[in-house]
Antibody, heavy 121, light 106 residues
Framework: EVQLLESGGTLVQPGGSLRLSCAAS????????MNWVRQAPGKGLEWVSL????????HYADSVKGRFTISRDNTRNTLYLQMNSLRAEDTAVYYC??????????????WGQGTLVTVSS | SFELTQPPSVSVSPGQTASITCSGD??????ACWYQQKPGQSPVVVIY???KRPSGIPERFSGSNSGNTATLTISGTQTMDEADYYC?????????FGGGTKLTVL
């Protein structure tokens, strides 16, 4: 059974940093592109970032480019999101999501339960 | 930049057909998928690659994509289908979501 378990969400001050983790199990982690998707309170889904199976390729939404860094440890089956220079508008539930398929065929077939990040003084 | 536009809300009576649209420039040239999200829960894919249904998703869910519009159709809508629905597509190597549609079944 595929499981994705996020952790690390908490209250942080504007300008602060935080690292989120997503522990994966039930599939060959290193084979799949992984993503972070966030959802601000009462708002819609916003894709944040993706990373290839090897970790050699990453992409980011313009809203987080230069501030967030996605990475993975395939030996620990864990996905990370390092978030720096946090802003109030980064407040959201952050989901990790597994990608199925490749290229434009891809979709998110499994999602974690999410972890809440609150940026406030 | 590429954007996906959904109506904020759609209402349907139980047993009737609900249609939720997602519009984007030449969206038909891309693959669209749809996610269902109920309050307090994580999203679940209900349609991928325009019209394919994952295992476990009821046959009443179907999808199409042509021209500038992708459509999620729910036939014989049930009260359990009340949820937010999001379309999603890829633009180069980034992911786009529509703004979401709240489906009300009453």
């Amino acid at each position: 059974e595929v499981q994705l378990l996020e952790s690390g969400g908490t209250l942080v001050q504007p300008g602060g940093s935080l690292r989120l983790s997503c522990a994966a199990s039930g599939f060959t982690f290193s084979t799949y592109v992984m993503n972070w998707v966030r959802q601000a309170p009462g708002k819609g889904l916003e894709w944040v970032s993706l990373i290839s199976g090897s970790g050699g390729s990453t992409h980011y939404a313009d809203s987080v480019k230069g501030r967030f860094t996605i990475s993975r440890d395939n030996t620990r089956n864990t996905l990370y999101l390092q978030m720096n220079s946090l802003r109030a508008e980064d407040t959201a539930v952050y989901y990790c999501a597994k990608t199925s398929g490749g290229g434009s065929y891809a979709y998110f077939d499994y999602w974690g339960q999410g972890t809440l990040v609150t940026v406030s003084s | 930049s590429f954007e996906l536009t959904q109506p904020p809300s759609v209402s349907v009576s139980p047993g009737q057909t609900a249609s939720i649209t997602c519009s984007g420039d030449k969206l038909g040239n891309k693959y669209a998928c749809w996610y269902q999200q109920k309050p307090g829960q994580s999203p679940v894919v209900v349609i991928y690659q325009d019209s394919k249904r994952p295992s476990g998703i009821p046959e009443r869910f179907s999808g199409s994509n042509s021209g500038n519009t992708a459509t999620l159709t729910i036939s014989g809508t049930q009260t359990m289908d009340e949820a937010d629905y999001y379309c999603q597509a890829w633009d180069s190597s980034t992911v786009l979501f529509g703004g979401g549609t709240k489906l009300t079944v009453l």
